[in-house]
C-alpha cells in the first residue's frame, strides 16, 4: 500500500496492489469530511479450485474502518477482464453506490450472448447504482470529480478525474509499459489513441493513478502513479518521444494484440463484473456455478 497526500483540499489516495492480478485498488478520500470512494475492487478467486475469498477487499475495509473514513462510492472504471470485481462485498460492508460508465450496457449486449443469459439478465445496466456519462459531475465529500469517457479497451472504460487525481483504469499503464489491448469485443486502437489524447489534455500536472502495473524489463519495483506531462513526453506507446502518429499507433498496437492470449481470469471475470460484480444465484443443491462457454474467446 502506498498513500499520496495533496494539500488545499485535495484528495488523499490509499492504492493497493493485488499481486495475484496486478491489479491496483484505490481509496480516494477527502480529508476534510473523510468521504471517500473505492475504485476497481478486487475478489480474490482461486480458478484451479474455483474458489472465492475477499482478502484483497479486506485490506481495504480495514483502512477504512481504522481511518473512520465514510465510503461514498464504489466505483468501476470498465468490467474488467483479469479480475472480479468486490463492488458488492465492500458495498454490504461499508455501504456506497456502486458506478460504472453508462456504455456497460453495451458490454452486457455482448458478453450476454457470449455466456447464453436468459431474459432475466438485464442488459440496461440497471444493476448498477449509478451510471455515468461524459462529462458528468459528481463530488467526493467537497471534492469536485468528472467522468470522462475513455473507450478503446472496451466500450464502456471512463476516467475519474477527482480533484488533481484521475483514476484511467486500462486506458494506459505507466509509460514504460505503454497503452492497453483493443482486442476485446468492442475495443478499437483507434478509439483507444483517442482516449488517450482526452487524458493528455488535462494539465500537465495532473497524477494519473493506473489500474495496473505489469514490471516491465529493466525495472525492479511495482508503481503506478505518474502524471500527464511524464505520460505524454514518455509512453512508449503514445508518448512523444515515441515518435508515433495515430496511424503508426494503430498498426503497433493491432499487431501486438494478435500476438496476446486471453487474460487467466477472463471467463469468470467478465460474466461476474458486468453484473456488478455479483456471482450468479446458487442452484437448488445450494452451489453456486459460473459458465465456461467453448471455444468463444
Not at 23 to 35: G, R, Y
Not at 139 to 150: D, L, M, P, Q, S
Not at 181 to 210: H, N, V, W
Request: net charge negative.
Amino acid at each position: 500500500m502506498k498513500d499520496y497526500t495533496f494539500s488545499d483540499g485535495r484528495p488523499q489516495v490509499h492504492s493497493f496492489f493485488d499481486t495475484a492480478t496486478n491489479t491496483v485498488s484505490h481509496i480516494v478520500v477527502d480529508p476534510e469530511t473523510k468521504k471517500c470512494a473505492v475504485i476497481d475492487s478486487v475478489m480474490d478467486f482461486e480458478p484451479n479450485a474455483a474458489k472465492i475469498s475477499f482478502e484483497s477487499a479486506d485490506r481495504l475495509i480495514e483502512l477504512i474502518k481504522k481511518e473512520g473514513y465514510e465510503v461514498e462510492w464504489v466505483m468501476e472504471t470498465h468490467a474488467h477482464a483479469d479480475h472480479l470485481s468486490a463492488a458488492p462485498y465492500i458495498q454490504q460492508q461499508l455501504g456506497g453506490k456502486v458506478a460504472i460508465g453508462e456504455h456497460i450496457s453495451t458490454v452486457q449486449e455482448v458478453f450476454g450472448k457470449v455466456f447464453n443469459f436468459g431474459t432475466e439478465f438485464e442488459r440496461d445496466a440497471s444493476q448498477f447504482d449509478r451510471l455515468f456519462k461524459d462529462g458528468d459531475t459528481f463530488k467526493i465529500g467537497n471534492i469536485e470529480a468528472r467522468v470522462i469517457h475513455t473507450p478503446g479497451h472496451t466500450p464502456a472504460d471512463v476516467t475519474y478525474v477527482i480533484g488533481d487525481s484521475a483514476f484511467v483504469g486500462d486506458t494506459l499503464f505507466m509509460p514504460d509499459y505503454g497503452t492497453a489491448r483493443c482486442d476485446f469485443p468492442g475495443g478499437s486502437a483507434e478509439t483507444l489513441y483517442d482516449s488517450t489524447q482526452k487524458i493528455f489534455a488535462l494539465p500537465d500536472e495532473t497524477r494519473l493513478f493506473m489500474c495496473h502495473d505489469y514490471l516491465p524489463e529493466g525495472r525492479t519495483e511495482y508503481i503506478w502513479e505518474t502524471t500527464v506531462a511524464d505520460q505524454r513526453g514518455k509512453n512508449i506507446h503514445v508518448g512523444y518521444d515515441a515518435e508515433t502518429n495515430k496511424e503508426k499507433f494503430v498498426e503497433m498496437r493491432n499487431e501486438r494484440d494478435s500476438k496476446l492470449g486471453m487474460p487467466r481470469l477472463i471467463i469468470p471475470s467478465i460474466q461476474v463484473n458486468i453484473n456488478k460484480g455479483k456471482l450468479p444465484e446458487a442452484e437448488e443443491n445450494g452451489t453456486q456455478y459460473l459458465k465456461v462457454p467453448i471455444n468463444k474467446f
